[in-house]
Structures are given as C-alpha cells and as structure tokens.
C-alpha cells in the first residue's frame, strides 16, 4: 500500500503561523510511525518530527522544538504538524512519511527508515 498523503502548504510572514495535514486514504496508520520532513534544494531531508501512532511518542529536531506540535486525531488517520513563530529558514518543502516501526529519536527523525513517503508542500515563510 502507497501513503496517499495530502499536505497542505503556504506562505506566511516570518512569526506566523501554519498547520499540515496528513491524511491516511487507502492506508491505516495504526501501528506505524508518521514522521515529518523538509528539504530545501541541495540541502538533505531533514527530520522536523515524529509520533508513533499507538503511543503516542513525539519527537522534535533542535530547530523546531518549542515552535511545532505533532499530533494525531482520535481516529488516528491523520497527522497535523502545527508550526508556530515561522522563521524564514523553515521555509522548505514539507513531507510526510510512514514506516512500519518505532524507535528512538535517532531513528525515527531520519529519513531511510521510512517507506512510504506523501507529496511535498511548499512552505514559504518570508521576513
């Protein structure tokens, strides 16, 4: 089964404010971990943050700690990322992922991992 992902993006001045959706179609989340990533060209997919469905176990990268919030609906088939006090370097393209595992910060925030991959968003945060 493919992730068909659906993530929302935009442009926002630098202090603001977006949230991205992943939603499951054709594919359960259960048991999995999402994972949220970016990339800005000739840059690596960096891992922005992470929540295993069933527990409910998040984790965050240095640089968006404190300013972005992962979490799950009740019926655990979608995954929101909450972006808060936007800086023009978060600007990137925005993906989500899925892989048929868990695992500790180290693991779960990078990229080779993860199996099932969304469409990109473009978020464009402006100064």
């Known amino acids: 089964l493919m992730c068909s992902c659906?993530?929302?993006?935009g442009f926002v001045q630098a202090g603001?404010?977006?949230?991205?959706?992943?939603?499951?179609?054709?594919f359960y989340f259960d048991d999995r971990t999402i994972g949220w990533f970016r990339q800005v060209p000739g840059k690596e997919r960096e891992g922005v943050s992470s929540i295993s469905i069933p527990y409910g176990?998040?984790?965050?990268?240095?640089?968006?700690?404190g300013r972005f919030t992962i979490s799950t609906n009740s019926a655990r088939?979608?995954?929101?990322l909450e972006m808060n006090g936007l800086k023009p370097e978060?600007?990137?393209v925005y993906y989500?992922?899925?892989f048929d595992g868990f695992g500790s910060a180290g693991r779960?925030?990078?990229?080779d991992v993860y199996n099932y991959w969304g469409k990109g968003a473009l978020v464009t945060v402006s100064s």
């Not at 659906?6 to 993006?9: A, M």
């Open 16 to 26: 603001g404010s977006l949230r991205l959706s992943c939603a499951a179609t054709g």
């Open 108 to 111: 779960v925030l990078g990229a």
């Open 90 to 92: 978060d600007t990137a």
């Open 57 to 65: 176990r998040t984790y965050y990268s240095d640089s968006v700690k």
């Open 96 to 98: 989500c992922a899925a």
């Open 6 to 9: 659906r993530v929302g993006g």
């Open 77 to 80: 088939d979608t995954v929101n």
